[in-house]
């Protein structure tokens, strides 16, 4: 079966760029998760959907970044604009949803942003 | 607040030698609790997680991790390393009592292997 997929898988950009992240998780996977993982750090959560709909947001800072998961698929992940602290790696992960934290996630390669 | 902390930022271990990285975490309730193997270029990858129960549990490759409530640990162990097993480990905590699906990661332990 195929795993979490993410494009692009690194992204160097300047400064008050845009940029967006794609995400297509495991087929059948209800729950999406976004993470950041910054150099040297494990991952933190910006984002968790159940299908459509977005239920844990409070980590995203949303005056710059915004993500969408219309038909409760695939996700977009986008920072508008970009500062420089923004250069991390960004996860996408998924899992069934059946079981909420008992859930295993399923973790994506990653999208390295560089921001210059 | 839930935290985790793995103590040992850079583990270095010779092939075939045994192996213990520590994990510490801070949770009010019962903890759900993971280890994750991250390789360079790849996603995380589950070796194994606790939920309740027997307190020790197995994990693929050969690994095992202990839950110590006392000690409020998770160390994961394996009792001969290979080459492979060069990677970034995580040790996270789920929120067992919301149950919302949330993880909570620690900073990573770096393991090097010598031959």
């Known amino acids: 079966e195929a795993g979490v997929v993410q494009s692009p898988r690194y992204k160097i950009i300047e400064k008050k760029q845009p940029v967006a992240f794609w995400c297509n998780p495991i087929?059948?996977?209800?729950?999406l998760y976004w993470y950041r993982q910054n150099l040297g750090q494990g991952p933190e959560l910006l984002i968790r959907?159940?299908?459509?709909?977005?239920?844990?947001d409070s980590q995203l800072p949303k005056d710059r970044f915004s993500a969408e998961r219309l038909k409760g698929v695939d996700s977009t992940l986008k920072i508008q604009p970009a500062e420089l602290g923004d250069s991390a790696v960004y996860l996408c992960?998924?899992?069934?949803?059946?079981?909420?934290?008992?859930?295993?996630?399923?973790f994506g390669p990653g999208t390295r942003l560089t921001v210059t | 607040a839930q935290s985790v902390t793995q103590p040992d930022i850079h583990i270095t271990v010779s092939e075939g030698a045994s192996l213990e990285l520590r994990c510490n975490y801070s949770?009010?309730?019962?903890?759900?609790l993971f280890w994750y193997v991250q390789s360079p270029g790849q996603g995380l990858q589950l070796l194994l997680k606790?939920?309740?129960?027997?307190?020790l549990v197995q994990g693929i490759k050969g690994f095992e991790a202990e839950f110590k409530r006392s000690q409020s640990s998770f160390n994961l162990r394996k009792p001969s390393v290979h080459w492979s097993d060069a990677a970034e480990y995580f040790c996270?905590?789920?929120?067992?009592?919301?149950?919302?699906?949330?993880?909570?990661f620690g900073q990573g332990t770096t393991l090097q292997v010598k031959p």
């Open positions: 992960a998924s899992s069934l949803g059946l079981l909420a934290s008992r859930d295993e996630q399923y």
């Open positions: 087929s059948g996977h209800n729950t």
């Open positions: 959907y159940e299908n459509e709909e977005a239920v844990d």
């Open positions: 949770y009010g309730a019962t903890p759900y």
């Open positions: 606790y939920f309740s129960g027997d307190t």
């Open positions: 996270a905590v789920g929120d067992g009592s919301g149950n919302t699906g949330k993880l909570i």
